[in-house]
Nanobody
Framework: QVQLVESGGGLVQPGGSLRLSCAAS????????IGWFRQAPGKEREGVSC????????YYADSVKGRFTISRDNAKKMVYLQMNSLKPEDTAVYYC??????????????????????WGQGTQVTVSS
């Protein structure tokens, strides 16, 4: 049974940092590209970042580029999202998810909507003073 469990969200002031974690079980993590997406109330789902199966390539939405860093540890079956310089507009529920295709399909040469296969229950991130 595929399971993804996100953690690490919380309330942080603008300019602060959070590190989100995603624990994977029930499948072989290194078979999948993994992404983080977020959804805020009344807004469309937004793909935030993606990391390739081999950990060699990472991709980011323009809105988070230079502030967020995605990483993975296939041996520990963990995926992470380090978020720095957080802004109020980063407030959302964050989800980690397996991708149907490779990251490069969705992020190059121009971004297109990402198709996810499985995702967790999400973790709330609130950026507010």
């Amino acid at each position: 049974q595929v399971q993804l469990v996100e953690s690490g969200g919380g309330l942080v002031q603008p300019g602060g940092s959070l590190r989100l974690s995603c624990a994977a079980s029930g499948f072989t993590l290194n078979y999948y590209a993994i992404g983080w997406f977020r959804q805020a109330p009344g807004k469309e789902r937004e793909g935030v970042s993606c990391i390739s199966r081999s950990n060699s390539r990472t991709y980011y939405a323009d809105s988070v580029k230079g502030r967020f860093t995605i990483s993975r540890d296939n041996a520990k079956k963990m995926v992470y999202l380090q978020m720095n310089s957080l802004k109020p507009e980063d407030t959302a529920v964050y989800y980690c998810a397996t991708l149907i295709r490779a990251c490069s399909y969705y992020y190059t040469p121009a971004p297109k909507p990402v198709e996810y296969d499985y995702w967790g229950q999400g973790t709330q991130v609130t950026v507010s003073s």
